[in-house]
Structure formats: C-alpha cells, structure tokens
C-alpha cells in the first residue's frame, strides 16, 4: 500500500483523509501529545486495521478520540461528578478518562473490557478531522508496538510507511509524551498511565487520588492489570537501556565510570560536558520537565540509528510531570533501573569576608562533609607540579614555590588577570574536586564551599545553593583582621567580587550574616536538617 502524504494546511488534504476514515482506513494524525494512529471507533473493519498496521497485541483497548460532548454521552453508559470536574477542568486536553462504555462501543475497541478510554484532543488538526468526519476516532499511538511513540509525521514513516493510507504532517507534538489515563471506573480514582496533566493538577481538583502500581514497577506479564498496555516492555530502543535514578551528580558520576566507549548516553543538558562521547544526546536541562518530554522519544528513537550497544539515561525524580518522563524510561528499560543512594549536596557561596567559612566549619560540625576550593586550590599549589608551571610561566613567579602573597597582589590589581588564573586552576580544580566528591561516599550530605560557584557552573553539582552575604563595611573589616591586610586593599579585592544582589537573585537560599553566631548557627541547622531530608 502506498501512504499517501498529507499536509495539515491544506483543506483539501483534510476532506481526504476525513474521506479516508470513512472509508474505514488507517490515517496517521498529530495530536498535542503524540500522534495517534487514527480509524473510524464505530466501525469493526476500521478497528481491525490499526491492530494490524501496529503489530499490537490483541487484548490491549483503544482510545477514542473525540471533538465534542455529544460523542462522549453516545459512547458511555453514565458521566459521573467526577468526570464531570475531571472535564472542566482539563478537556480538551492531555488526559484520557475511563469510563463504563455504552453498547454502541464495539468489542474491538474495548477488547473484553465493559469500559472504554476517551479523549478531547486539544490540537486543532485532530479536531478539525474528527469534527469534518462526525465519528469518533479510535487511536492508539501512531508506532510499531513497542517501539517509542511518535512526536513528528517523519517518525510515523519510519514505522508504519506503507502500512496505512495516509500520515497528515504537521507542527511536531507539542507535549512529546502520551496523554495522562485516568480511571473513575473504580472507588477511588486512580492513574494507569501518567503525562502531562499531573497527579497533583488532578488531585486538586478530586482530592486523593491513588497512581497504579505498574507505573513505578515492573509487573508480572501474566498477571491482571488494570491498564493492558501497562504490562508490555514499550518506548524501547533496540540497544538495553539502563536508567539512573537519584541526584543528578551521582548518575551522572555513575554513568561516566560504566559506559564504555560503545556506549549510548542520555542526559540532563549540565551534564553534557562531563559525559561527552560520541553516542550522547542530552534531553532538556535537569529542571526542565517539560523539554524533556518533549525531546524523550526523539532522542530514543535516534539511538536506533547509532551503532550502540547499551544506553545509560539520567532520570528525573516523580514529581509533577517527572513522574511520566521517569515512567517511559523505565519502560524502555524494560525496568532495568539502579537507585544511586541519594546524597544531597550543597552548594556554598559568598564574597570573601562574607562569614561563608564560619559557615562551612557550622555544617561540618553539622556532620556534612565539606569540600572547600580554596583548600584543593592551595593544596595544588603545594602539590601540582603541572599547574605550578604554567602559573610561573604566566605570571613569571617562582615555580618551586608558588608565593601566594605575590600572586595575589598582581591578579587583585588586574582583572584580566585574574581571568587568566581562573582560566589555569579551573581544570586542574575541577579535576581534583570531581574526584573528591566521588570517592565520598559516606556522607549524607556535602557541602561544596566554593567562592566561585556560578563563575565555574557549579551549581549543576548541587540540589541547593545557599548564598552568604553581609554589609560591606563588616566584610571590609573582617577581610583586614582575618588576612592582616589594608582596608585599601580589602576594597580591592571585594571590588573583584559578585555584590550582595547578585547572590540574592541566583541563589536558592540566603543566610545574612550580622555577625551573631548563635544566630547563624541556628540558621544552618535548620538548612542542613532541612536539605538532608
Ligand atoms: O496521548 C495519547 O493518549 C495518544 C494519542 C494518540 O491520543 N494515544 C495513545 O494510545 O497513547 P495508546 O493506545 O498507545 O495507549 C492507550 C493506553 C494503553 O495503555 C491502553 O491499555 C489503555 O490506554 N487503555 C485503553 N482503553 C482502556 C480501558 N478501557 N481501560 C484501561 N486502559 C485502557
Ligand atoms: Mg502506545
């Protein structure tokens, strides 16, 4: 069969593959979630082929899809208060309700069920189509079974060209992954597949809702699930893929040490320089849920085309949309999935006179393990003989031993070359600390106390980043009594620093210091039991 290509722009290709699905044909259509592919819901024939373009394996239901509410009263038995809020508040949208289903439902799309799974796209080629056909429109993601969905007309080639009659191009799928399932078939509601409406989104609008075990866990193949679909190995690419969960630092540190050089890698943007090698794609940054979605099964799908062996993928945690982001890769994985012990890290940052010491020696006394900067930047001055000689080279000192003093007075005075320096011990520190922080292994929680956190974008390391600020005149004068310096010369050097609001604006949290301990050390308790959680 030869897939006729058609453009969502064009009235005239939408009349057709209207034409198309009442003709009882299999049309591949954008969706704002992934693309569906699409046949008459009411007509046995229509139904029979999407199981056979797709390979899909025959007890798994269909959703219907529908473009407005007087479908939905003829293809289900009752509309529940429930529903109804579940409707107003999300439809039409990326969540799909299970109902009781009405007898004009065919067995072919409820397959032995008595309930039936609908959906109101919000996506105005899927409605225009369902809308100009008058059926409701029954379709599963438009891919082979098992294989990851698809987002773009161009994906929907690659599996099913020449399996159906028609694919309508469009803007790729906006949301990237499949519509949120929900049941109110049962007691209390429950989600069997979650996307991009939340449980949190649902559950102020219902209260309480439960999430399906299958979700976060494998499940036996044979046993009964509430959610066909849930039991199949799906989103797979051809290569085993094995899923990293926990901080982001560790999976990443944890990735980096087991792939091999035939390795396919999947990570958060921050973390592409760390894991660089040929076969490394990054999905979104490691907040960005929303990128992440939406890149996820392009990326995956990319894999196939790599000569990869096995994928290692980043994973991000169950709250709001990462809950669904973190469920397809564990199904790719086929649930092949290692939790990294979950230390949390702090990061730790201040202009010099600031009090950030104070407060590093506090959390140490806390029993967090501090790694300081400045304490791998002196050691390497003692100890790297490398970094010693481009020091001296650059700024004609004595190599043998570094003299800090001297050192100090010519890039304080010269903000270019303080660049320089920076630009010099910045690998040689990086290096050393990466090291520091993965042979520790014991500790909870660590704290990264370093002044130049955001200049060396540290801050991808850490789950929070806690700023020290204080007035100028008190970092003027501690500066003077704790480095035996002129005031002259503390203005200097804090001229060379970022101020008070750059710190308020960048970090997660501030600690003012007016110079009361008592008082600091309760606020770093508090952070510290706070973060260590
Ligand atoms: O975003 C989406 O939902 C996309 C687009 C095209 O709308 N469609 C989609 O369909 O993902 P599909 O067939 O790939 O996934 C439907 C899921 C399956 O896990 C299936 O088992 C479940 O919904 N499902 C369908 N009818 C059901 C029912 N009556 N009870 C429980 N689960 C059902
Ligand atoms: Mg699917």
Redesign the pocket.
Known sequence: MKTLQLFAENKSDIAKSCQLILADEVVA?P????????ANALSSTAISKIFQAKG?PQD????V?ISNINMLNQLVLDVSDDAKRVIDAFWPG?I?I?FK?SNIVPDE???G?D???I?F?NHKT?CEIIEQSGVPIA?????LSGRP?TTTAQHVLEDLDGKISAVVFDKPCK?G???T?L?LTRQKPVI??P?SVTKEQIEAVLGEIDVDLSVKESIDNSAKV?????KYRHYAPKAKVTVLCGNSYDTANYIRQNAGKSCGILCFDEYADLLSSPFTQTFGAKDNIDAQAHNLFDKLRLFDEMPVTEIFTQCPNDDGLGLAVANRLKKSSGFNVICIKNRKIIGLTGASGSGKSTVSDIFSELSAKVISADDIYHNLLENSSEMKVEISKNFAIDCDKIDRKKLGEIVFADKSKLKILNSITHKYITKAFEKELFSTIDSNVIVLDIPLLFEANYQRYCDKVVGVIANNDEKISRLCVRDGISEEYAKIRLKNQKSNEFFKENCDIIIDNAGDLNELYKKCENIYNEIGE
Not at 60 to 63: A, F, G, R, S, V
Not at 139 to 143: D, G, K, L, R
């Open positions: 259509i969706t704002e979630t992934v693309y569906g592919l699409g899909r798994n239901p269909l959703i899809h990326a799909t299970i289903k799309i409820s397959r069920l309930t039936i799974a959906r796209p899927a379709a599963p993601s438009a891919n969905s949301v992954l499949e519509s399932v049941d069997l597949r996307g509430s959610s066909p679909g849930m």
